[in-house]
């Protein structure tokens, strides 16, 4: 193994994005927090990095490998001499270069800042290499994994349309949701927990069970969680979540939003600001509110601008139309398996991106070494 100590200014040559074009066409157009849209004009091509240069989004790290359009916002990052691009892009991401990003209001990161960051890398072109080709094995899988999950719930909604939306007739029953007993096993408005606010304290290491939150499913369960002690979990006897339940944000800039509690290898209990309807029939509560139908529902109860909220007895007023419950139960058979599926893949996701996350900064350092 190979290592210099050097500026990483001698390993890459940094450019600056320019305006972006107000033309469309197919080309990426990249600013700091990704993607922004699309045009027929470019400024990069072939491999190339993508910094965010200013801001929420300073020192974020993007790769390509087409031609692209890097807006002013950002800077573009090319390797110098014989160093491997995708080398060099998951040793920005390791580096976290939000860390050197100057000023606290309106952070920034510049060419000349960049260049005088002093590190340690691998000058071995077989190392870097090997160790890109690991990590890119590992994302290809996790980025074909997240592609299978948007087929299957896409033909999901597909299946749905077909059966509840171009076979729809008049003569179906229509039902408010407070009276579904006779398949929903529990309904849930979840507010602030204020009855528990003085005996339990949320927990940033492992307890228990896990708080699920709406910041966990807006960042895709990537940024830890928050766990409360088996006391919690048992008081909260009516927010237990298991798999498959449709959770719905009430309250703030995400209400009338609808997700479902993924599959985790922990209890789990709702946090506030939502709802949660357990039912028999998960997957077509969850297909229907996704809906145009149901979000056009949704969006007629929520009411107010500072902070949107979404009245919840006005929920359970909605009235859906359905033929029957056998006709549920029909559907319910034939989407389950695409959705244990995705509950399975999304397992797998978190595995590997625990793996990539854990091998990134060793192999980086050398502290792990992989060859061709």
């Not at 927090?33 to 993508?50: A, H, K, R, S, V």
């Not at 939000?98 to 077989?126: C, K, R």
């Not at 708080?211 to 919690?232: C, M, P, Q, S, W």
């Not at 997957?283 to 601008?305: A, N, P, R, T, V």
Request: glycine letters at 6%; one cysteine or more; a negative charge.
């Amino acid at each position: 193994m190979s290592r210099k100590i050097c500026f990483l200014g001698d390993v890459i040559d940094f450019g600056n994005g320019k305006k972006r074009p107000k033309s469309e066409g197919d080309y990426p157009i990249y600013g700091g927090n990704g993607i922004l849209g699309y045009t027929d004009e470019t400024n990069y091509d072939g491999e190339t990095i993508i910094i965010g240069r200013v801001g929420a989004y300073c020192g974020s790290v993007y790769y390509e490998n087409e031609p692209i359009w890097i807006s002013d916002n950002a800077l573009s990052a090319k390797p110098k001499k014989f160093n491997i691009t995708k080398y060099l892009y998951y040793f920005l991401v390791n580096l976290q270069l939000n860390q050197f990003a100057e000023g606290s209001s309106h952070p920034l990161v510049t060419q000349t800042l960049l260049n005088s960051i002093e590190i340690e890398i691998s000058d071995d072109v077989n190392e870097q290499k090997a160790i890109a080709s690991v990590l890119t094995s590992l994302e290809d899988k996790i980025d074909l994994l997240h592609r299978k999950n948007i087929t299957l719930e896409a033909m999901a909604v597909v299946l749905f349309r077909q059966w509840f939306v171009e076979k729809e007739d008049e003569s179906w029953e229509s039902i408010k949701i407070k009276n579904f007993d006779a398949f929903v096993t529990d309904y849930v408005a979840n507010g602030s927990f204020a009855s528990l606010a003085a005996n339990v304290k949320y927990k940033d290491e492992p307890d228990y069970a896990i708080l699920i939150r709406l910041t966990d499913f807006n960042n895709n369960f990537k940024n830890g969680f928050v766990y409360v002690d088996e006391h919690a979990y048992n008081f909260l006897e009516k927010s237990k979540l298991i798999c498959g339940e449709v959770i719905i944000s009430n309250v703030g800039a995400y209400s009338g939003t609808v997700f479902r509690c993924p599959q985790l290898d922990k209890p789990m209990t709702l946090g506030p600001n939502s709802i949660v309807i357990k039912s028999k029939h998960n997957h077509f509560f969850y297909l229907y509110f996704k809906s145009i139908k149901g979000k056009y529902f949704l969006d007629g109860i929520i009411s107010g601008s500072a902070q949107p909220k979404f009245n919840k007895t006005a929920f359970k007023d909605l009235e859906i139309s359905y033929p029957n419950l056998d006709y549920l139960k029909d559907f319910e058979s034939i989407v389950q398996p695409f959705f244990s599926k995705i509950d399975s893949n999304s397992l797998q996701i978190r595995t590997l991106e625990n793996l990539r996350d854990t091998l990134l900064p060793k192999l980086i350092s050398g502290e792990v070494r992989v060859t061709l």
